[in-house]
């Protein structure tokens, strides 16, 4: 596989991954105000999968820097911090995000609990899914800037 295909893959699993977490906190948005259609099936009982693809950005990283012929080291603090703030990310998205959005779920499926529940579920989902796609930002330009890498 070449080194620009490995690139792409990279981000194209960071944004499949951390943009479904946003839009789970997006959607959650959404289902305190009106549990619309839309936010139904958004929330349809089962694991976000899409947000799943997260897994496979810190793979694709160190699969880059030990493929870059020396340009990326293991030794640069950018390469550390960026592995850093993805397992935050993926922590948070493990801890409150994922079990929220399957609180959600059971909630809007007709599990029993008011309006309140749901609006205490839903704001939880979207203040960590916003900070989990804060972290994400942060990593993404360090990714960019590669601060100590000479290029």
């Given at each position: 596989m070449t080194r620009a295909a490995l690139v792409v893959l990279h981000v194209l699993s960071a944004v499949v991954g951390f943009g479904a977490i946003f839009l789970t906190g997006v959607y959650a948005g959404m289902a305190r105000r009106r549990a619309s259609e839309a936010v139904r099936r958004y929330f349809r009982p089962g694991p976000n999968w899409a947000a799943r693809a997260l897994y496979a950005v810190p793979v694709l990283g160190v699969v880059l820097v030990t493929t870059s012929h020396g340009a990326d080291r293991y030794a640069q603090l950018w390469v550390w911090?960026?592995?850093?703030?993805?397992?935050?990310?993926?922590?948070?998205?493990?801890?409150?995000?994922?079990?929220g959005?399957?609180?959600?779920?059971?909630?809007?499926?007709?599990?029993?609990?008011?309006?309140?529940?749901?609006?205490?579920?839903?704001?939880?989902?979207?203040?960590?899914?916003?900070?989990?796609?804060?972290?994400?930002?942060?990593?993404?330009?360090?990714?960019?800037?590669?601060?100590?890498?000479?290029?």
């Open positions: 911090v960026s592995l850093l703030l993805w397992t935050a990310a993926t922590a948070l998205a493990h801890a409150v995000v994922w079990p959005e399957a609180r959600i779920q059971g909630l809007l499926a007709g599990g029993g609990a008011g309006a309140a529940e749901l609006d205490r579920a839903c704001r939880r989902v979207e203040g960590a899914a916003a900070a989990v796609d804060v972290l994400f930002v942060v990593a993404l330009v360090l990714m960019v800037a590669r601060p100590g890498s000479g290029g």
